[in-house]
């Protein structure tokens, strides 16, 4: 499949005010979790089918669908790589970004088929998060054309800026929508369809993509500033956009922004024990389309920890984590 034309964003400042989150509301405690185990580590990603259940991949490459009522956890398939941001049809088939294997759907009989796996010739890289609009048309993210996943930290310090977004329409044909982002993740679109949002993780902010109206074809900033690194986002059923923050944004790392790029690389070469720890936190945002923050739920790492996906469904939440060896399951405070 071939990309059509890129739209290359501003050249990305480091913000130097106070996070807005922080400005414009305090957080709130967030309920207390319950863990669904599963048989694997690292949902990185959780969404929920029409029928109720919840699916999340782990690091083996499995793929499971559980009983949020029961924790019952039932393989549904092995991608053969390592699946990250998925997206539940109505029709029961799943779409599935697969850092190794790139963008995937697997059907309601089982069947695992490879949608997109390269770009201009060259293999997909880092698939990061996928959603499908009402029209059939899909959008897609790369985090990144430089780092493979285990070395995630590495691009955010170094602000490769490679990250793309991507649309594949119903016919097949595959276009690239921006590219240059600082390490594209969380993909939404908009209930009206005039709209698709794009997490920057490196770069704190949320990008949106107008696919209608006066603006159609440009891109400009949902909400920037954010107190933490934005990673997968879903639309609620609150019509909020939901968006995870794995960890608060790190002193350090801000101090370190303004450097030369070969200067911040030497933090990521050090040996892993030496590197900055991100605090272990439970943390997600919800903010609404005009980039008002509705909520800001928080609590401490306790039970769990580095939460990177999130679904809201009549006010419960469902979390996923990189590290954590289950699905929580917590509530939105009345």
Known sequence: MVAGSTMQPQRWTPPTAPPRARETRSATPLPPITRLELPGAGPEDVVRTAEGRVIAGVDDGSIYSIDPADGAATLLVNTGGRPLGMHADADGSILICDFERGLLRLDSAGTLDVLVDEVDGEPLPFASNVVRAEDGTIYFSSSSRRFPLHQWRGDLLEHSGTGRLFRLDPSGKLETLIDGLQFANGVVVSPDGSCVLVAETAAYRVTRYWLSGPKAGTHDLLIENLPGFPDNMALGSDGLVWITLPSPR????????????????????????????????????????????????????????LVTGVVEHSGTLYLGSLTESAVAVSRVPS
């Not at 040996?271 to 900055?276: A, D, F, K």
């Open 250 to 305: 790190n002193p350090l790392l801000d101090r370190l922004l303004p450097l030369p790029g070969i200067l911040r690389r030497i933090i990521w070469v050090l040996p892993e024990r030496l590197q900055p720890e991100p605090p272990r936190t439970v943390w997600v945002l919800a903010v609404d389309f005009d980039g008002k923050i509705v909520h800001d739920l928080q609590t401490e790492g306790t039970d769990y920890a």
